[in-house]
């Protein structure tokens, strides 16, 4: 039987289709900043070993916040940030080699976050 490249992965035993990671970031700082938003997105993506197929940001007015995602052959990043409030909540979803864990020391870095709430989902189990 041909093997199939499916780039599922084992995490803590179980075979998944991808470690799905929901990030909360409180008493975070420049989350009004596109830029470096941009930055820290392209540094978890080097960070988890995935690869990056496209950033698409939008900058809310009046406000500042940051809307987007980071597309990756690995599946996605997205980010959704209130500065007002100075909270923002990412998804980070990898499959196949990717570390999606790799990325909360860069967002710590990049915003410092007096708080960062983790969880942890692995999608598609039993598939």
Sequence with gaps: MEERK?????????RCA???LIIDLYEAEGLDDIDRIEEALRKC?????ATLLH????HFEPNGGVSGVAVLA???ISIHSWPEANYAALDVFMCGEAK???CIPVLREAFRPKRIVVGEHLRGQGV
Aim: charged share 20%.
């Design 6 to 14: 499916d780039h599922f992965v084992e995490r803590n035993g179980v």
């Design 18 to 20: 991808g470690v799905h």
């Design 45 to 49: 993506v080097a960070a988890a070993g």
């Design 55 to 58: 950033i698409h940001l939008h």
């Design 74 to 76: 690995e599946s996605h």
């Design 100 to 102: 999606p864990e790799a």
